[in-house]
């Protein structure tokens, strides 16, 4: 399965500020997922980013508030905007190799908006 | 409906037990099946992934599908404290996975 590097693990933000989170992945892969978790929760997604085209957002999810950038095969970010107390959370990539090999996840973002 | 759903526990199994985590799901046309346990602070990594109707058996785990029944499990035998996690079950149809809520699962030694 792939490696991925996320950070920064964790971060306290003043609000109306923004964050934004790297993902590298050690090989080439056609799709990266943003999810957050919010604690006690389960994982939502946030959008898909492809290499090559705009992000594909989930219901409830905008570009403003989350822009994504995916530059190359390898490697994406996702900016939280003009944050406030309601955006902290857990926030992690995933990347899928094959379907056999499900998804793997970064290691994940910490959020706190103060 | 929510799209996949877990109890969300706590399941509390004696250490050596079986443990049993279900699941169900809403669409009908699912094409894969995994479980992902996540401990307290990480993030969730992937232990399982069955595709058609039966069992799967990899060490002390054993996926489970009824596709009929749209049901998916997870069992886990000899049950060690280090398997206390939260258990996510996840659905795939056509590159769009979702996840359960999980169950948490305590093992008492």
């Known amino acids: 399965s792939a490696v991925i590097s996320q950070k920064p693990s964790r971060d306290i933000c003043q609000r109306g500020t923004s964050l934004t989170i790297q993902c590298q992945v050690d090989?080439?892969?056609?799709?990266m997922f943003w999810y957050r978790q919010q604690p006690g929760q389960s994982l939502t997604l946030i959008a898909t980013?492809?290499?090559?085209?705009?992000?594909?957002?989930e219901s409830g999810f905008v570009i403003d508030k989350f822009p994504i950038s995916r530059p190359n095969l390898t490697f994406s970010t996702l900016t939280v905007s003009n944050m406030s107390p309601e955006d902290s959370s857990i926030y992690l990539c995933?990347?899928?190799?094959?379907?056999?090999?499900?998804?793997?996840f970064g290691s994940g973002t910490r959020l706190t908006v103060v | 409906q929510k799209e996949v759903e877990q109890n969300s526990g706590p399941l509390s199994v004696p250490e050596g037990a079986i443990a049993s985590l279900n699941c169900t799901y809403s669409?009908?046309?699912?094409?894969?099946f995994f479980w992902y346990r996540q401990y307290s602070g990480k993030s969730p990594e992937l232990i399982m992934s069955?595709?058609?109707?039966g069992d799967k058996e990899d060490g002390r785990f054993t996926a489970q599908l009824n596709k009929a029944s749209q049901y998916v499990s997870l069992l886990i035998r000899d049950s060690q404290p280090s398997d206390s996690a939260t258990y996510l079950c996840?659905?795939?149809?056509?590159?769009?996975?979702?996840f359960g809520a999980g169950t948490r699962l305590t093992v008492k030694p």
């Open positions: 995933s990347v899928k190799k094959t379907m056999e090999s499900g998804y793997t």
């Open positions: 090989s080439q892969v056609t799709m």
């Open positions: 980013a492809n290499q090559g085209s705009e992000a594909t957002y």
């Open positions: 669409d009908r046309v699912s094409q894969s």
């Open positions: 069955i595709y058609s109707n």
């Open positions: 996840a659905v795939n149809k056509n590159n769009d996975m979702r």
